[in-house]
């Protein structure tokens, strides 16, 4: 009995390691291979942690035009990702059964957004308005492809939990590479949206009337910036868990294999995927704002197809 | 007829709210000038409370009494019936009445004259009584009468500032959709009467052959009157006009009269045709699109919320739609969770829209305009104001732990488990591309209404109004103020116990679905209170470790201006710069047209002035209305030529008729 409580303490303790200290790290994978495209050394691979820590230390300034909303946004978004941490799917390390609601999740993601547009919004600052007017836009093209992805996997297991979903024991979903592949293909492409990265904005720009994330967060400084970064790194490792387990789940082999390889190989693959969009941005450009619901329609078209796959599979 | 105590305890708290809010009326008119405000709105407030005890202590149970039996209309008494599906309705009418009544002092203070006054308590008391009548009736008759007082009354509270174009337009083109669905329905009811023999509501099944004509009738009917498209053109005009405590009973409870009627006869009447069923899922799903979209770009804080209430009477109706679909193929359980998420999302939208509504009265009285482009950085101002629309929004887009998120993912999970049910695939399919659209408009109500708080409350004041707004006549809060509180704590409370309210809910989904096995709190299994509460918890604990920790070291500071010297306040985003994005995408439909002017010598890298505007013609109103009045008014002015004021061509016409109407005795 004791065994498998300890068992149970040490997986949590794990996986709370796991989300509190991979997503800076994630970012600095990402810095790194993009540095290494371009032929430069770059900074070390651990210098989100060390800008982390600098931006606590520093002092705070804060426009005197903002209300509460400015100054609880970020520490709201941190605890709501936090709490989507132990909800979603994004690792098949799951301590927990919390009961991961495919509607609930894209619902707290939505909240964040709510504050982060809302606190973009409260300085009065053109470029966070600016940002915020983006934000929504594109926030409105990606929601039906991610929700319709999730609810194609979600309609042939019969349920709307994604944690009994996207677990390797249900036998309705083990055949199905096609729709895995698909389905994380069409996730990955909306988190590249959702997560401001390279075809839809640039996080290395500031001042620029293209951005979109960064313009936002303009007003935000030391402690206030670095939550604000935190969650963003946050959102990263969930968005990108969710869909390297979708394409995890595509290959047979991970279906038969033990619970450790498959612990590791999904944060490997987190990482992977984190390496990806950094070749994504090295080799493509930022796309024009009027192109952009072009691209996204591939993803769009991605959770139709995904949509097909699955009525057809209940087809009785 | 009575003799259970609980049935006479409700009746009597149910008649004797309507003869306080009588009571009331009379006052109002015989008393004018010695009667305080204060005493009217106790006795508005007094009757609330009595309709919402008396729906507290009939909640799960059908009670059927006569106290009004003296009245009788010709074909039938004035039965009343409190039954498990009106309980919720009179509830919220108890809610939505008791905060019209805290906020009305205040209002009628402010009005200079007392005619005015006069007319808001007068109408008020008509309009409450007209509801909670058409809430009891047990008999169509009984019902028509109510609800043409309660229509009419409301159309009169629209016109109360009649001096005004705007206003008159409004009652107008209200009073033509009143109309409209009052002809609908008595068609229905006459059809269904013809059929059964019966005026009883209760009595009228609509799972037969014959009556298919009445069901579209009255689907039509209820389309018009909660304003789903294409029926919605008089909603934004209609919504802002009513006086600012009334606005939240008209907003809250107008629309919601006729999805109960909806309810009360095509869902608990058993209504078993497919091609309703249809017909509500598409004219549902339009309208919550259109109603959305043309939310987003108004500029005008009331009439954007008009457009939502479009969006949500959709949303509601494709809900509806799909309970009739699953009770065509038997399927209890999604027809189960359809009636209970079109009910639960009828009363929390009728509570948030009216606790939207009281804000932006409460904005409309500080700052004198509704128009977003002049608002900006009430936050500071008017706190308590900012804190009860945001709660609002927040729980009009169906944010975690909100009362509308409970019923949108009721929503959601209705076409969902549709998905992989055993209907037709191109149902399914049907069920899956919904959920998307859900997303898709989910989405979009989200940027209308960060649109709608950030650009009225964050920010920096457009306008020296909005810098100097006040938010209340008194030194605390005021009865507008603390109306809205009631009514953010009501969705807050819903919000974080969702098992509670969908177990009182129960009775009324059980009678909508004759599922007799229903657990109402197993409906959502989503721990929304504790999560809000662990939520809560890290939110401050963050704010603690982390933002306060040091808080010496914040300091106040401009917001930054690119160091080009202080920023004007032009240079902030508006309402309409902010939606333009989501506007040029969707030109199609809004007809969206922007026209740069630049003039100056060497205009292209120096201009002296530039200039940009932008249209938008609302394409239902001048692509279908404009042609169809054109043939109205054509047919009007032709009528006029056999009207030509002469005795004698009168006298034959009369003549004429006559020689018709024996010939036509004669012969049939």
Known sequence: MTSINTDAILETLVFIAIFLLLPPLLVGIIRKTKARFQNRIGAPLLQPYFDLLKLLSKGETISKHTSWIFRSTAAINVSLLIILAFLAPWTSLRPFNLGADLFLVIYLLALTRFFTVLSALDAGSAFGGFGASREVTLALLVEPAVILCLAAIGSVSQTSDLGVAFSFNNIALANQPGLWFIAGCGLFLASLVELSRMPADDPTTHLELTMVHEAMILENSAANLALVEYAHFLKILILLGISSQCLLHAIPFFWHTTELILVLSSIVSIMILAASIAIIESVAVKLRWTKLPEFIAYSVAMSIFCVFIALSKNLN | ?668
């Open chain 2, 1 to 668: 007829m009575i003799n259970d105590p609980t049935t006479f305890s409700a009746a009597n708290l149910f008649t004797s709210a309507s003869a306080i809010w009588l009571g009331g009326l009379a006052i109002s008119a015989v008393g004018r000038e010695k009667v305080k405000s204060n005493f009217l709105a106790f006795l508005m407030l007094a009757g609330a409370l009595l309709t919402l005890s008396g729906a507290a202590i009939s909640w799960n149970q059908s009670i059927e009494y006569n106290q009004l039996q003296y009245i009788c209309f010709g074909l039938a008494r004035a039965d009343s019936l409190v039954d498990p599906l009106s309980v919720p309705f009179l509830a919220l009418l108890g809610l939505l009445g008791s905060a019209t009544a805290i906020a009305s002092p205040c209002h009628t203070a402010a009005l200079n004259s007392q005619g005015k006054r006069g007319h808001y308590w007068k109408l008020s008391f008509i309009f409450l009584i007209g509801m909670q009548q058409v809430l009891l009736a047990a008999n169509g008759i009984a019902f028509l009468v109510f609800w043409e007082i309660m229509s009419l009354s409301s159309a009169a509270l629209v016109a109360s500032d009649h001096i005004r174009h705007r206003a008159q337009r409004a009652a107008f083109a209200y009073l033509t959709a009143t109309r409209i669905s009052t002809a609908l329905i008595t068609a229905a009811f006459l059809w269904m009467h013809h059929n059964t023999g019966s005026w009883s509501l209760s009595a009228w099944h609509f799972g037969t052959e014959q009556s298919l004509v009445a069901a579209f009738f009255l689907l039509f009917a209820v389309c018009t009157k909660a304003g789903v498209w294409p029926m919605h053109v008089w909603l934004p005009l209609a919504y802002p006009e009513p006086p600012g405590p009334t606005s939240a009973l008209f907003s809250g409870l107008v629309g919601n009269m006729a999805i109960f009627l909806l309810m009360r006869l095509l869902l608990a009447g058993q209504c078993s045709h497919l091609s309703i069923a249809y017909a509500a899922i598409a004219l549902g799903t339009i309208s919550s699109l259109w109603g959305v979209l043309f939310a987003l770009m108004e500029r005008d804080l009331k009439k954007l919320l008009a457009y939502s209430t479009v969006e949500n009477m959709g949303i509601i109706l494709t809900a509806i739609g799909v309970a009739i679909l699953a009770h065509c193929h038997n399927l209890t359980a999604i027809a189960t969770l359809a009636a209970a998420a079109a009910l639960f999302h009828t009363l929390n939208h009728g509570l948030v829209k009216a606790l939207l509504f009281l804000g932006a009265a409460s904005v409309e009285r500080a700052v004198h305009t509704r128009e977003l482009t002049a608002l900006g950085g009430l936050a500071k101002n008017m706190p308590w104001t900012m804190l009860c629309f945001f709660i609002g929004s927040l729980s009009i887009c169906a944010m975690p732990p909100m009362n509308c998120f409970a019923s949108k993912w009721l929503v959601y999970q209705t076409f969902f488990q549709l998905s992989y049910a055993n209907a037709p695939i191109l149902e399914r399919a049907m069920s899956l591309a919904m959920v998307g659209i859900l997303a898709f408009v989910g989405a979009l109500s989200l940027a209308c209404f960060t649109k709608a708080v950030g650009i009225a409350f964050l920010g920096r004041p457009r306008s020296n109004a909005a810098a100097k707004a006040k938010e209340s006549t008194t030194n605390g809060p005021d009865g507008l103020i603390i109306a809205q509180l009631l009514l953010a704590v009501a969705c807050v409370m819903i919000g974080t116990s969702v098992p509670i309210a969908l177990d009182g809910l129960a009775p009324a989904v059980r009678q909508l679905t004759h599922d007799q096995f229903l657990v109402g709190s197993s409906l959502f299994p989503i721990p929304q209170g504790q999560l809000a509460l662990v939520g809560g918890i890290l939110v401050s604990s963050i704010y603690l470790f982390v933002l306060g920790r040091r808080s010496a070291e914040v300091k106040s500071y401009i917001t930054w201006d690119c160091g080009f010297g202080p920023l004007s306040t032009r240079a902030e985003e508006t309402g309409s710069s902010f939606s333009h994005p989501i506007g040029r995408i969707f030109s199609q439909i809004l007809q969206l047209k922007v026209t740069t002017e630049i003039s100056g010598k060497d205009r292209r890298h120096f201009p002296e002035s530039v200039r940009v505007e932008t249209f938008m013609t609302p394409i239902l109103e001048t692509k279908l209305y404009r042609p169809v009045m054109g043939i109205f008014d054509w047919l009007s002015s032709s009528l006029v030529r056999l009207q030509t004021g002469s005795i004698h061509i009168h006298l034959l016409y009369v003549f004429l008729t006559m020689v018709l109407l024996v010939f036509l005795g004669t012969n049939i």
